[in-house]
């Protein structure tokens, strides 16, 4: 460590002292000097993405480089996060017998910056590289929707870039508890172009999750692209990743018209009104509806797989993993025990192995959120569910994976465009007191129900009770996540 590092240490206040991580516990090139001498409270690696938020992101880069070391905090659009995290576990790797390493390893955190597709990119690449005891990870809310922060407690605005608020936030990561989530994994195979035909396949570079498999990869098939991905949020498929969709390729043309939170979130609903969401039995095909663009089919514990019906009228679909869409808002709900009971429903837990399946009418049934107890169209709760696109009306359809949308194309001939989803492991997040995620092993209130079918006195339900509704232990991949196309 150089002086001038031994320097800025000293001249720190104890409390952001309890962060600090030293150089040579960073890389391998540094000084082992033992500055700080006794392992800090809680010792942390900042990832922010500087073009979120408009000039947030890169003032905070800003304010926390000159509050840590800089060389715990990272610029995501310089260096990515799996290359920073191999880097600085290999140098704890070889620290091992250093007490004071040992003991930054032990009590690691993870911070990250950004809209929910930079949180849901830290997050793969902390499940992806298996890190031995890996840390626990808290999210700064940089986005428009800032679902993934908000259903931990973090907030949905985005925040201040001076030292109080950094100071705040901090307090906050020390008294925070964690919470494990599930992780969704998504297959998607497609038939490969005709040569000559000069059709391309392109995703777009923000999923940065969402990749073609590689050669070796058992899932491809030849003549088909075959693509993995993930997401932690939520996958949506219809009206709403449309307009997300234009949002974001009007946001790509023109950056500067897109720095204010606030501003962002009157341009999104000015582009659902236009695009005919709130009259959309009126402007919109019924062929583009859900039920016309795919069969879908989920799976059952016993690994069975069955066809989900799908309501004329649905034009957006959502699979969700937390409580918060669009803004903060809950699709799901909290399904009363008579129903719970009725239709195998658990209340939407976040790590229960089981994804939450809704459907919505329109913008104006979206809306139901915002009152007291509103939901959309309860569909299903499951492990697996498989969307079948077949040629039809429609050459496209607009999908969505925790805020990043793409335009996808449908087949043109008799083939078939396959996506899926299966559980795909866990990671530890930092909640906050007003976490609005629920783990199933937490206790819940239970309802009992009088002779008359009517609510009665509420009791507590341990988790076992609720677990056996249809909530599942942790899933790996099945062996046959991806069904051959031709099996139908």
């Known amino acids: 460590m150089s002086q001038a590092s031994i320097e800025k240490y000293e001249a720190l206040s104890d409390f952001f002292k309890k962060f600090y991580i030293p150089s040579y516990v960073l890389s391998p090139e540094a000084e082992a000097v033992a500055v700080p001498s006794t392992p800090p409270e809680s010792p942390i690696l900042v990832f922010i993405n500087s073009k979120s938020g408009g000039q947030l992101g890169g003032e905070l880069i800003l304010t926390y480089r000159s509050l840590l070391n800089d060389k715990q905090v990272f610029d995501l659009n310089v260096e990515t996060p799996d290359k920073v995290l191999q880097r600085i576990y290999l140098n704890l790797e070889r620290l091992k017998h250093d007490a004071l390493a040992c003991k930054i390893k032990e009590k690691l955190k993870i911070i990250v910056a950004g809209g929910d597709g930079t949180a849901s990119w830290l997050l793969g690449v902390v499940c992806d590289l298996e890190l031995s005891n890996p840390p626990p990870i808290a999210t700064i809310p940089l986005g428009t929707g800032n679902n993934l922060p908000f ?47 000069g059709d391309s396949i392109e995703l777009p570079p923000s999923l940065h999750a969402f990749r073609r498999a590689s050669p070796s990869d058992q899932a491809n098939m030849e003549g088909y692209h075959t693509f993995r991905g993930g997401f932690w949020n939520y996958f949506s498929l219809g009206m709403d990743a449309q307009t997300s969709y234009e949002f974001h390729s009007q946001r790509k043309l023109h950056p500067e018209n897109f720095k204010n939170q606030l501003v962002n979130q009157s341009r999104y609903l000015k582009l659902a009104c236009k695009q005919g969401w709130f009259c959309a039995s009126l402007l919109h095909p019924f062929s583009h509806n859900i039920a016309q663009l795919a069969q879908v089919k989920i799976c059952d514990k016993s690994g069975q797989w069955n066809d989900l019906h799908i309501p ?92 990043e949308p793409w335009k996808q194309p449908l087949p043109l001939d008799d083939e078939t465009v396959i996506l899926e989803i299966s559980h795909h492991g866990q990671v530890n997040m930092l909640t906050t ?28 339900a341990n988790c076992e009770e609720f677990r056996k509704f249809g909530a599942a232990d942790t899933f790996k991949i099945p062996s046959d996540a991806f069904l051959p196309i031709s099996g139908g």
């Open 433 to 460: 007191e007003n976490c609005m995620s629920k783990s199933m092993y937490e206790s819940s209130p239970k309802v009992r129900f009088s002779d008359d079918g009517t609510e009665d006195e509420p009791l507590v």
């Open 151 to 197: 259903a931990f407690g973090w907030g949905k605005k985005n925040p201040g870039t001076d030292t109080s608020s950094a100071e705040s936030f901090l307090a906050q990561v020390i008294k925070a508890k964690e919470m494990k989530i599930d992780n969704w994994h998504v297959l998607m195979r497609m038939k490969s172009p005709r040569k000559g035909s």
């Open 312 to 403: 004329q009228s649905i034009r957006s679909i959502v699979c969700l993993n937390l409580p918060s869409f669009s803004g903060g808002l809950n699709p799901w709900g909290a399904p009363n025990p008579k129903k719970q009971y009725d239709r195998s429903l658990t209340l939407p837990f976040v790590d229960d192995g089981l994804i939450e399946i809704v459907g919505f009418r329109n913008a104006w049934h979206g809306l139901v959120l915002l009152a007291p107890k509103g939901h959309g169209t309860r569909l299903a709760q499951a492990n697996r569910i498989r969307f079948e696109f077949k040629k039809g009306a429609a050459k496209h359809a607009y999908m969505r994976m925790d805020g």
